[in-house]
Each structure stands twice: as structure tokens, then as C-alpha cells.
Nanobody, 120 residues
Framework: VQLQASGGGSVQPGGSLRLSCAASGSISTINNMGWYRQVPGKQRELVAIITSGRSTNYADSVNGRFTISRDNAKKMVFLQMNSLKPEDTAVYYC???????????????WGQGTQVTVSS
């Protein structure tokens, strides 16, 4: 199983970016999917999470600015980021809890990370 993230980049404060993450491999079921971010010297923190039923939860710092969504048929998760602030600068990682074919266990997988830089 692999998660491939894309869509990071540099943007000015107030701008927008859309992150995408695609899961591939011998996948039976994808449960929760989410986005996390990390800056040097700090712990990785949850940004947003979406369940298989599309219930969502957001960090207080991004609530109202970011929107997480998923396409179950394409095995993808997205993060629309609006009104970006310099403090949103971080490496963003996608995460998915996946059951592979032939297994009953859900395992957490991570994407490779994509850099988001918000600066004037």
C-alpha cells in the first residue's frame, strides 16, 4: 500500500492551496483518512480527519478555513486550504487507516509529505 500526496507549494498569506492524496495497492477497506502537519522541532499535529461516512473533525487553528473531503471510488483524500496564514507553513502528511485484502486488521499508512509555505 502506498499513499502519494501532492499539491503543496508556496503561496502568499490569504491564498489557497489544495492538497491531494491517492492510496494504491491491494486495498480492501479504507477507514479514517486525514491530514497532519509538522514543523521542525515540533510534534506532528492533526489538521483534519474524515471518516468513511464523511464525518469530519478539524483542529481549532484551521476550522473554518480548511475543508477535508474524500473520493472513496478513487481512494483519494483532499484538503482545501483557504485564507492561509504564515503559521500554516509546515510539511503536510496524509494518513489513512487501511485494511488490505486477506487481512482483518486496520493499519495506519502515511504519505511522503508535501511542503506548504505561506510567506509574503
Amino acid at each position: 500500500v502506498q499513499l502519494q500526496a501532492s499539491g503543496g507549494g508556496s503561496v502568499q498569506p490569504g491564498g489557497s492551496l489544495r492538497l491531494s492524496c491517492a492510496a494504491s495497492g491491494s486495498i480492501s477497506t479504507i477507514n479514517n483518512m486525514g491530514w497532519y502537519r509538522q514543523v521542525p522541532g515540533k510534534q506532528r499535529e492533526l489538521v483534519a480527519i474524515i471518516t468513511s461516512g464523511r464525518s469530519t473533525n478539524y483542529a481549532d487553528s484551521v476550522n473554518g478555513r480548511f475543508t477535508i473531503s474524500r473520493d472513496n471510488a478513487k481512494k483519494m483524500v483532499f484538503l482545501q486550504m483557504n485564507s492561509l496564514k504564515p503559521e500554516d507553513t509546515a510539511v503536510y502528511y496524509c494518513n489513512a487507516n487501511i485494511i488490505v485484502h486477506g487481512s482483518i486488521w486496520s493499519v495506519a499508512y502515511w504519505g511522503q509529505g508535501t511542503q506548504v509555505t505561506v510567506s509574503s
